[in-house]
């Protein structure tokens, strides 16, 4: 008798990400751009590699090299120049980590980096450069980090952050959660994650299910810096959520050549409320080295920010803030 066996079952964005592009030159062909100057701008083999999944490349305009999904994506050679101000760590976090995998900085709040991984590498990420290697506790090894949990009960909220803590499974979010969900006096998960907005198709029946049986009030923090990166796909795993109980929010960077106008903005608050999402933060850029090309002069963001003010109403605005190493707070510039 032959012995079959069953196969492995294999979500559907785990197969999307495992087909994420990884190569610039590929990237560049697909949008019909490799006879364009970007040729001569890339870098073919960054450190910080890219990746990014292919639904999301769809959403970029062929032919176009000032695309803003591709502005955020595509590594290029300028990335390598160091400039005076742009640090590994412009926000202090590893001096802000307690016990491996916790970043203590606010009151009332602990961080979790529950892994280095991301459905998409953004060429401005603030944590470009993290040891993860050194922060991240193995699967199963998060005893230390509850310890601190446990023990501090000032904390009442749970922040998931990494990386992107929707790249691991639901096997291994839902035994932290469970864990995190036991201790009394968290009130509040918070996640962020820029996977619904990059591969919606994460948000699937075994995601949700995990949240619906813990007992904690769930916050979802998207992540979509242009009107453009919201799909209908965008819009129906907004809907799961919300269906669900979920309060979403939205926090963006504020890029030089992606959304830095009054119009792109506006158009983003109009679209995340569309889909039933409440703009929260406008980050200025953390001056993380490899993305000065990026950054925006806060009285320009100001600027910008004014008219944003101007033609919409309060809750559709989010807040312009920078974070400072070492602050008690983030810093609210308008």
């Not at 994650?193 to 029946?205: Q, S």
């Not at 679209?271 to 929260?280: A, E, K, N, Q, S």
């Amino acid at each position: 008798m032959i012995h079959r066996t069953a196969p492995v079952f294999q979500p559907l964005w785990k197969t999307e990400l495992a087909n994420a592009i990884s190569s610039p030159v590929e990237l560049l062909q697909l949008l019909d751009l490799q006879e364009t100057s970007l040729t001569q701008e890339l870098d073919i083999s960054p450190d910080f590699r890219l990746r990014v999944p292919r639904g999301f490349v769809a959403k970029m305009k062929k032919g176009d090299p000032d695309d803003p999904l591709l502005r955020q994506i595509l590594p290029l050679a300028k990335e390598n120049i160091d400039l005076t101000g742009y640090l590994s760590d412009p926000v202090g976090d590893l001096n802000a980590e307690v016990v491996a995998g916790v970043l203590h900085k606010y009151q009332g709040r602990a961080l979790l980096v529950t892994t280095g991984a991301c459905g998409v590498h953004c060429r401005y990420c603030f944590r470009r450069h993290f040891p993860y290697g050194d922060s991240n506790p193995s699967a199963g090894q998060w005893q230390q980090a509850l310890q601190y949990i446990r023990k501090t009960t000032s904390i009442n909220e749970v922040i998931l952050s990494g990386g992107d803590p929707l790249s691991l499974t639901d096997q291994k979010l839902a035994a932290l959660v469970t864990k995190i969900d036991q201790i009394p006096h968290i009130k509040r998960l918070r996640i962020h994650t820029r996977m619904p907005v990059i591969l919606p198709e994460r948000i699937d029946t075994h995601l949700l299910d995990w949240i619906n049986s813990i007992h904690l009030k769930t916050i979802m923090v998207i992540h979509a810096n242009h009107a453009n990166e919201i799909d209908t796909k965008v819009s129906d795993a907004m809907a799961e959520l919300s269906n669900n109980g979920i309060t979403l929010l939205n926090q963006s960077v504020l890029l030089r050549g992606v959304n830095d106008s009054s119009e792109s903005l506006i158009m983003l608050s109009e679209r995340l409320f569309d889909i039933g999402v409440l703009p929260y933060y406008l980050h200025l850029l953390d001056p993380v080295r490899g993305a000065a090309h990026f950054d925006i002069d806060r009285h320009q963001a100001a600027g910008i920010m004014e008219k944003v003010r101007d033609q919409l109403p309060g809750y559709l605005v989010p807040k312009l803030v920078w974070e400072k190493a070492g602050a008690n707070s983030k810093i609210t510039i308008i």
